[in-house]
């Protein structure tokens, strides 16, 4: 409870320059919270999905590799779908239609992290205004005719000031914090997909090949 109060009278000190930036810490941290919470869920293992299509495609069996993607709904996952519905068509066309799918599905991978630096440097950006008007509200205070109130003037825009400066500064690195991590996620799941559908592109050739094959 400490904290908050410590918190609410450095908020109240740092008078209406801190409104731009509190907006602005709401917006990061819903950024932040929305995109972990979807990255999590495009998260899958890979090496673990390849073992049960490779399983299930090699053995023939082309709707139990269906149903294992259906079964378990990923950006990664939709892609590979989108392939092996094209199974019984040409090479070219199952990779046409994976990369039709990952049209579809890498924008909203990608959606709305970058963001998080844009909110980063307006954070800061908020953060000097107030501190700016903070310092002219102090200065003005010491050319004042009123001796007796200078010192709480001066002190009052220093605090309003400095407590501007650092929510702003605060507010920032959080963003740009969120957004490394999030870029860094959001990095990894594409290489993912791009691992998997070169493999998958590669199980559907080499099945198809074993097939042609003669027997006996």
Not at 88 to 111: C, G, Y
Not at 113 to 134: C, D, H, K, R, S
Not at 200 to 207: A, D, K, Q, S, T
């Amino acid at each position: 409870m400490g904290i908050l109060q410590t918190i609410s009278t450095a908020f109240h000190k740092g008078g209406w320059g801190m409104w731009p930036i509190l907006i602005t810490s709401i917006f990061t941290i819903a950024v932040i919270v929305e995109r972990a919470i979807y990255l999590f869920k495009a998260s899958v293992d890979k090496d673990k999905l390849l073992a049960l299509l490779k399983s299930q495609v090699m053995s023939g069996n082309v709707q139990g590799a269906i149903k294992v993607c259906s079964g378990n709904p990923t950006p990664m996952t939709r892609i590979v779908q989108a392939g092996l519905m094209k199974f019984n068509k040409s090479d070219d066309e199952v990779q046409s239609a994976m990369d039709e799918a990952a049209l579809r599905e890498l924008p909203k991978i990608n959606a709305r992290t970058p963001y998080l630096a844009m909110l980063a440097n307006f954070a800061v950006m908020a953060g000097l205004v107030g501190t700016i008007t903070g310092m002219i509200k102090s200065f003005g205070s010491v050319g004042g005719d009123e001796a007796g109130n200078k010192a709480t003037e001066l002190a009052s825009g220093i605090a309003e000031a400095l407590n501007c400066t650092a929510f702003g500064i605060i507010t920032s690195l959080v963003g740009l914090l969120g957004y490394s991590l999030l870029q860094g996620k959001t990095t990894k799941v594409i290489d993912d997909i791009n691992e998997v559908t070169v493999q998958v592109v590669n199980l559907v050739v080499n099945h198809r090949a074993q097939m042609q094959q003669p027997q006996g």
